[in-house]
């Protein structure tokens, strides 16, 4: 699933590409058109952006939203078969092809108004760490595993970013919102700003994030080298775990600034701790 990070560097890399070039021609396979969309030829790229992780292209007062999820894809020459094919926009310098993405929705700024209504915080568009708390307190019948991925209110996180706040911020994903403290929440927004940007820093510099990643899709915890614990929530999203995450706080983040620097030390320095 395509996360907030990633849907940024999308909506940069169109930019940096056709901003202030006009379309020549357009097709769409979708349904969710509110206005004829050949209404858009002729007009000019203002510019592009994300929320969450919907990528918006901006035409003189018209919207294309585009959801690529878990398969969809973008490119700038053809390279799939037509029936894989979503939108189509020729531009006077380039053309643009999206394939596989489930959601195309082409219409004007009610796109924008209505995503705001439903969608929650994102640390790239829409930053409100007031806001955030309130949302986040709304939801105190919830594990905060579950709520993490609830677009409603974290806009933009999924499954990777879920991993590595979660950790970063020693909560369990099976606290329920109502039990944890102000400060514990506060830790999980901290984190969800701080990584969201750090993921997209990485991505602009062509770099991968592996070494941001703590927990993802790894199978030993970086602090002691034990396994790590997974967790089913959300059906069939994982999310990983170390029992470090249950340590005293002020251990917890020191362990977590060394392991930044890049020291490794072994699980028998904390083992009065565990």
């Given at each position: 699933m395509t996360e907030g990070p990633t849907a940024?560097?999308?909506?940069?890399?169109?930019?940096?590409?056709?901003?202030?070039?006009?379309?020549?021609?357009?097709?769409?396979?979708?349904?969710?058109?509110?206005?004829?969309?050949?209404?858009?030829?002729?007009?000019?790229?203002?510019?592009?952006?994300?929320?969450?992780?919907n990528i918006l292209l901006y035409f003189n007062g018209y919207i294309i939203r585009i959801h690529l999820m878990m398969y969809g894809s973008i490119r700038y020459e053809r390279s799939k078969p037509d029936r894989y094919l979503r939108l189509f926009i020729s531009f006077d310098n380039g053309n643009l092809f999206v394939y596989n993405a489930p959601i195309i929705e082409i219409g004007n700024k009610e796109i924008e108004e209505n995503l705001t209504k439903e969608y929650g915080v994102d640390p790239l568009f829409n930053w409100d760490e007031k806001r955030l708390f309130n949302l986040i307190l709304k939801n105190r019948d919830r594990k905060i595993g579950d709520v993490l991925l609830d677009q409603h209110v974290f806009a933009g996180v999924g499954n990777i970013l879920r991993n590595e706040i979660l950790f970063r911020a020693g909560i369990s994903p099976e606290r329920m919102i109502g039990d944890m403290s102000e400060e514990e929440i506060e830790r999980i927004i901290l984190y969800v700003k701080k990584l969201s940007n750090d993921f997209l820093k990485n991505k602009l510099k062509q770099n991968s994030i592996k070494n941001l990643l703590l927990v993802y899709n790894k199978k030993l915890c970086p602090i002691c080298g034990k396994?790590?614990?997974?967790?089913?929530?959300?059906?069939?999203?994982?999310?990983?775990?170390?029992?470090?995450?249950?340590?005293?706080?002020?251990?917890?983040?020191?362990?977590?600034s060394v392991i930044h620097q890049g020291i490794n030390y072994s699980h028998h320095l904390f083992s009065d701790h565990i």
């Amino acid at each position: 699933m395509t996360e907030g990070p990633t849907a940024r560097l999308r909506a940069i890399q169109i930019e940096e590409k056709f901003v202030g070039h006009y379309v020549t021609a357009i097709e769409t396979r979708s349904k969710r058109l509110h206005i004829d969309y050949h209404e858009i030829v002729g007009k000019k790229l203002e510019k592009t952006t994300s929320y969450g992780k919907n990528i918006l292209l901006y035409f003189n007062g018209y919207i294309i939203r585009i959801h690529l999820m878990m398969y969809g894809s973008i490119r700038y020459e053809r390279s799939k078969p037509d029936r894989y094919l979503r939108l189509f926009i020729s531009f006077d310098n380039g053309n643009l092809f999206v394939y596989n993405a489930p959601i195309i929705e082409i219409g004007n700024k009610e796109i924008e108004e209505n995503l705001t209504k439903e969608y929650g915080v994102d640390p790239l568009f829409n930053w409100d760490e007031k806001r955030l708390f309130n949302l986040i307190l709304k939801n105190r019948d919830r594990k905060i595993g579950d709520v993490l991925l609830d677009q409603h209110v974290f806009a933009g996180v999924g499954n990777i970013l879920r991993n590595e706040i979660l950790f970063r911020a020693g909560i369990s994903p099976e606290r329920m919102i109502g039990d944890m403290s102000e400060e514990e929440i506060e830790r999980i927004i901290l984190y969800v700003k701080k990584l969201s940007n750090d993921f997209l820093k990485n991505k602009l510099k062509q770099n991968s994030i592996k070494n941001l990643l703590l927990v993802y899709n790894k199978k030993l915890c970086p602090i002691c080298g034990k396994p790590l614990i997974f967790y089913r929530i959300s059906k069939m999203l994982l999310h990983i775990i170390s029992k470090f995450a249950f340590l005293p706080k002020e251990v917890f983040t020191f362990i977590l600034s060394v392991i930044h620097q890049g020291i490794n030390y072994s699980h028998h320095l904390f083992s009065d701790h565990i």
